[in-house]
């Protein structure tokens, strides 16, 4: 079963508007969540964090926003580069004795264009 | 400082045939994980090293797949009579806590 899911494949939008970057989840047992950026033939780099005990984080441009009860997350991009153009991947994961295994969506295609 | 780095970078092997794929991670991370990610899909968890502790292997997809990470360092995944359907970027990654994971560039490995 596809515990996180990024249901948008792909998103295109106009350099310096803002890029919303969508992920649900199903797993109420994950506290953790991250945004990975991956450019082709690269490993992905972090992004961002965010714990559940928290609704907001942000970091320059980028900011997560978590919606527990929603089981929803979002990445808000402000404003986007063209720079910004990368695969986009939300990852959960469990503390405890799930150690520190991300689960990951299919990932979202952003292209952001002059 | 130096990341997380990967080889080979690219494998051609043919079905039935082992490969090795190595891993060095960040100096000082304990903890080790293997992804892969095949065409058009996200990231699938492998197999994960914490420390001296026994392994995580609950991502392997069969007992073709093995892992192991000699001295706390460099990790080896290793797949035994390969198929076609392992064809994959196998990605490899290190972390010194349990979350921030830094990955590696990957193995394309395709089975012919």
Redesign the interface.
Known sequence: DQQVKQNSPSLSVQEGRISILNCDYTNSMFDYFLWYKKYPAEGPTFLISISSIKDKNEDGRFTVFLNKSAKHLSLHIVPSQPGDSAVYFCAASRSGNQGGKLIFGQGTELSVKP | GAG?SQSPSNKVTEKGKDVELRCDPISGHT?L?W?RQSL??????LI?F?GNSAP?KS?LPSDRFSAERTGGSVSTLTIQRTQQEDSAVY?C?S?L??????????TRLTVT
Do not use: K, N, R
Request: aromatic content about 26%; proline content about 4%; charged content about 10%.
């Open positions: 997380v903890a994980y992804y058009g899909q996200g990231l699938e968890f994960y914490q995580d991502g990605l990654a972390s806590s349990t979350y921030e994971q830094y990955f590696g560039p990957g």
